[in-house]
């Protein structure tokens, strides 16, 4: 069902659209936590061990326990407006892309629309293209999550006032180059893998117990998720320490803040001040994250656009007329 399948082609470009919107609403709400667990551990930049007494997050538990205490159970949804918008505006982006360019590969060129390889190349142009669409969100979800207490942006517009008078227009496009080189594997990896995965999930599995194919698809999405989060994931702390510059003064209680002056200057900072540990801290939420929502995220998509095909299908349209 994910990209185009000229065998069974009943799902449109905007109904794809629509149901990578809804599939990116549904996995936001539930992975929200770890969102937010994974941005506090990417930007600390004390090392993340109980041995540091200047670290202010030690591991996963530590963490859950510190945020709660000091900033209530609302804290783990921080900034969920606009990470909302972000994945609305990024599934339905995404997925119409995908759609859109397997289709275009499959009907101009040799190649079949279910190729590994397709799959990869589409699947990280069409991440490019939903990423460049909303970067803006992406830069705002980071800051709320990133902010502690007292806020610094008590709510979404004040937010987007205050960092386009202080910091000009470009300040929303921050850590975009490292974003583009990161999601292009990174997605990419994520189509690619999943295809794999079906494939040999059908040669394992026979015929006749293919019944559980909800529980494949997230099995699936699951797995390629945490093989293309491990391979791409350097690329990720780097976007969101860029991310957060000019916003130091709000990271003051969160312990050291550092100035970077680009991709380079942040790796290299990055590999003398923390070594190349630095560049994997928050791999462990940021794995169950990646675990979690790539799995929900192909497991709602192609449930939806299950439920799209057999609302038309000829069996559901005689049911509407009688």
Known sequence: MV???PDAKCVSTA???AAGSASGLVTR??????DVLKIRFQLQIEQLSSRNPAAKYHGILQAVQRIFREEGLTAFWKGHVPAQFLSIGFGAVQFMAFESLTELVHNVT????RDSFVHLVCGGLAACTATVAVQPVDTLRTRFAAQGEPKIYPNLRHAVVTMYQTEGPRTFYRGLTP????????????FFFYNILQQFSKWVIPAEGKNGGNVKNLVCGSCAGVI???LTYPLDVVKKRLQVGGFEHARAAFGQVRTYGGLLDCMRQIMREEGPGGFFKGLSPSLLKAAFSTGLIFFWYELFCGLLCALKSPESTRRKEG
Do not use: M, N, W
């Open 3 to 5: 990209g185009y399948d």
């Open 228 to 230: 293309s989060k491990t």
């Open 110 to 113: 040799s190649f079949h629309a």
């Open 179 to 190: 974003t583009l080189v990161a999601i292009f594997p990174y997605a990419g990896l994520q």
């Open 29 to 34: 709400v539930l992975v929200s936590p770890l």
């Open 15 to 17: 109904e794809a659209a």
